[in-house]
């Protein structure tokens, strides 16, 4: 896989002092709470294994699927609800955790689906953030990092599916997209 990233964007290490930094503030800022850490699958599973491990308080997982890409590289623009989550929001604070907001799309459609269930608070903690990918407005409360226009793979985040478990976050060699 290594043989496939043209660069490499965020190491290992990178990622984890991101995590620690978060972990503080989320610590800091959710102080009996209690705080329900909605996890949106695939991509958001491996940041959330690893920011839920810094946050020193009492919070309850659960996770959502949902879907705009395909396993594609272009967003199509609609919002599907895969998998819903299991927990009742009303009256909860809602902590979304996801891998990157591009188009802002995926995360307009859940916050406004919590907020429709009577949550009390929806924030959201990104991995990364594409600020340049807006289509729509959404905004992250806790980024681990902001990213160039690129399409990035790793650490969750995948192209059809692959490259998720790269422990690192990297561009793909435009030969290995441009042949398919
Ligand atoms: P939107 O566009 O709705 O994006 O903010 C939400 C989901 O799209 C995926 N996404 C990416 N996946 N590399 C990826 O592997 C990327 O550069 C990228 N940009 C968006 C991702 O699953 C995200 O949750
Ligand atoms: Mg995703």
Same mark, same amino acid.
């Given at each position: 896989?290594?043989?496939? *990233?043209?660069?490499?964007?965020? +190491?290992?290490?990178? *990622?984890? /002092?991101?995590? @620690?930094?978060?972990?503080?503030?989320?610590?800091? #800022? &959710?102080?009996?709470?209690?705080?329900?850490?909605?996890?949106?699958?695939?991509?958001?599973?491996?940041?959330?294994?690893?920011?839920?491990?810094?946050?020193? /308080? %009492?919070?309850?997982? #659960?996770? *959502?699927?949902?879907?705009? &890409?395909?396993?594609?590289?272009?967003?199509?623009? !609609?919002? #599907?609800?895969? +998998?819903?989550?299991?927990?009742?929001?009303?009256?909860?604070?809602?902590?979304?955790?996801?891998?990157?907001?591009?188009?802002?799309?995926?995360?307009? %459609?859940?916050?406004?689906?919590?907020?429709?269930?009577?949550?009390?608070?929806?924030?959201?903690?990104?991995?990364?953030?594409?600020?340049?990918?807006?289509?729509?407005?959404?905004?992250?409360?806790?980024?681990?990092?902001?990213?160039?226009? /690129?399409?990035?793979?790793?650490?969750?985040?995948?192209? @059809?599916? %692959?490259?998720?478990?790269?422990?690192?976050?990297?561009?793909?060699?435009?030969? *290995? &997209?441009?042949? !398919?």
């Amino acid at each position: 896989m290594d043989n496939d *990233i043209a660069k490499v964007l965020y +190491s290992r290490a990178d *990622i984890k /002092e991101a995590c @620690q930094r978060l972990g503080k503030q989320l610590t800091a #800022d &959710y102080k009996g709470k209690r705080p329900l850490i909605l996890s949106v699958l695939t991509g958001a599973m491996f940041f959330t294994t690893d920011v839920v491990r810094e946050f020193d /308080e %009492y919070s309850q997982i #659960d996770f *959502i699927d949902v879907s705009s &890409y395909k396993g594609g590289m272009e967003s199509t623009g !609609k919002v #599907d609800l895969v +998998s819903d989550l299991s927990e009742d929001v009303a009256g909860r604070d809602v902590l979304i955790v996801e891998d990157i907001v591009d188009t802002g799309r995926t995360l307009k %459609y859940i916050v406004k689906l919590l907020y429709s269930r009577n949550a009390k608070s929806v924030k959201i903690c990104t991995f990364l953030d594409k600020p340049a990918g807006r289509v729509v407005e959404a905004k992250a409360d806790y980024v681990g990092f902001t990213v160039p226009n /690129e399409f990035v793979v790793g650490y969750g985040l995948d192209y @059809q599916g %692959y490259y998720r478990n790269l422990p690192y976050v990297g561009v793909l060699k435009p030969e *290995i &997209y441009e042949l !398919k």
